[in-house]
């Protein structure tokens, strides 16, 4: 007789396959079921056995497609968008932003709504708010909405939908899911905010054809997300991926996790504005730090903004080598606000990255900038609702 761990293990790797199944379809459909197997390098008889749920709960339609020349039409699969709707919202320090999907994660309805500060009861009551609205916009919402996504930074334990900690919001065990859940009387799913965008990026952007990946998200913090082996990666409790927390440097600067030189303080935008007011260069946001940077005037001004981003750039590139010698990595997506200042601090992290990867961990890994939109983020919150509800109303 099989153990119950055995079974359990069985039942998971088939939820996986099968969200990994309806994933495929969503991002390559029509598809046929050998260029499915192929395409997830599986034997097409697995495929066979694990499609007849996703067709029987019509989460996924099968369909001839035209013949080429002679033989019998083929049977191409697609999902079927219309099986639900899902709310995906991405909390932030300065605001909520959220999207209204369908099952094909178009998005069917967007908003984003500024905060007055970021308190659990303030950033709750605003997302609850947020999905009211956007839910508002969507025929017969009531009847078709699947559940709510919702992406936070910091160490969240998506099993019980609490935030354990975020320096970013400044929480500490905040229950995300019971209020929202409660508020709007609908299934919650949370994860980190960084994480969401993995997602995001493995459906739709620059993951597509890769099976180990990073989201590196630079701006107020330093954000990091990993997919490895075609599987989004949280560690054992959800804190896998804090890069901004790596201790570079421990007669550096404070952070805001309350620990001295950990890489976000050395490459975030405080870092930036540090090292300009420590010039006398009166710089309050990071967007004129990066305007002063591109002045075409130059100037002594000019000198040291350009500075200050290199020397974050050179901290970050530190911070990816360790990575890339830990996971060697095919991919690096560098994406969040900062991106935009790719420009300025870009080639000295290039160069660290070169400087301390070893052996090939850096010319094994392509870098890309994918300066995204909020309602990516949400989109992405949004997906993992569907990949969970896939795996799991199935099984």
Known sequence: ???????????????????????????????????????????????????????????????????????????????NPDKHIVVG??????????????????VLARA??????????????????????????????ADRVLGLGVGVSGHVDSGSGVCRYSALLDWDKVDVAGPLREATGLPVVVNNDVNTLVVAERWFGQGRDVDSFAVVTV???????????????????????????????????????????????????????RHLQDAGIPCPTISEAIDLARSPTGGSAQAVARSAFAEAGAALGRGLAGMCNLLNLQKIIIAGEGAVAYDLFGPAASQAL?????????????????????????RGAACLVIRDAVGAAIS
């Open 1 to 79: 007789m099989m153990s119950p761990s055995k079974i359990r293990f069985s039942e998971l790797v088939g939820e996986q396959t099968r969200a990994e199944i309806f994933a495929t379809v969503l991002t390559s459909g029509p598809i046929s079921r050998t260029q499915l197997a192929q395409r997830l390098g599986l034997v097409p008889s697995s495929v066979t056995r694990m499609l007849p749920p996703l067709l029987e709960h019509d989460y996924l339609r099968e369909s001839d497609a035209a013949p080429q020349g002679r033989g019998r039409p083929q049977k191409m699969l697609h999902v």
């Open 219 to 273: 701006g107020p913090g330093i954000g990091c997300g990993l997919l490895l082996d075609g599987t989004l990666f949280s560690g054992a409790t959800g804190l896998a991926g804090e890069l901004g927390h790596l201790p570079l440097d421990p007669a550096g600067p404070m952070c805001g996790c309350g620990r001295r030189g950990c890489l976000e303080a050395l490459a975030g935008d405080r870092a930036v504005l």
């Open 89 to 106: 919202t991405k909390i932030g320090p300065a605001q909520v932003s959220g999207v209204v999907t369908d099952m094909a994660a178009n």
């Open 354 to 378: 070169e400087a301390h990867a070893f052996s090939t961990a850096a010319r094994d890994c392509d870098i890309h900038v994918d300066p995204v939109r909020h309602d990516l983020w949400a």
């Open 112 to 141: 984003e709504e500024p905060i007055a500060d970021c308190t659990p009861e303030t950033a709750l009551s605003a997302a609850a708010a947020l999905t009211s609205r956007l839910l508002s916009e969507a025929p017969e919402a």
